[in-house]
């Protein structure tokens, strides 16, 4: 019997990089998160990948908030589901890599030159 997978579907871009959107199978477990996903992914088939979490970390939650099948919602509450989710950066946040986008308000980044 073949195990359940989910297939994530991961907007990537960065600096040097083209945006592209990149499709991996993860193995499907009931109550998993899509951040259990990504970590299996980045653990197992593509160390590059950026996406931030910090769970074990109260004072910086929120870190994993990402678009996911075009609504915003953090990737350590969303359910892993089998079938196809599509994962997004930010749309209102400057992306730095892949699902990374920046985390400081525009009037409080200090400018260069």
Do not use: H
């Not at 009931?30 to 990948?49: C, F, K, M, Q, Y």
């Amino acid at each position: 019997m073949s195990r359940a997978t989910a297939t994530l579907r991961i907007a990537r871009s960065g600096p040097g990089r083209n945006a592209q959107v990149e499709t991996f199978d993860v193995p499907y477990e009931t109550g998993a998160s899509v951040l259990d996903g990504l970590i299996w992914l980045r653990e197992n088939r593509d160390p590059a990948l950026a996406f931030r979490y910090s769970c074990t970390n109260a004072n910086v939650c929120k870190e994993c908030t990402m678009r996911i099948d075009g609504e915003t919602a953090y990737a350590c509450t969303a359910r892993l589901r089998p079938g196809a989710m599509t994962l997004e950066p930010l749309r209102n946040k400057r992306v730095i890599r892949d699902l990374v986008t920046d985390t400081v308000p525009p009037a409080e980044r200090l400018e260069s030159g």
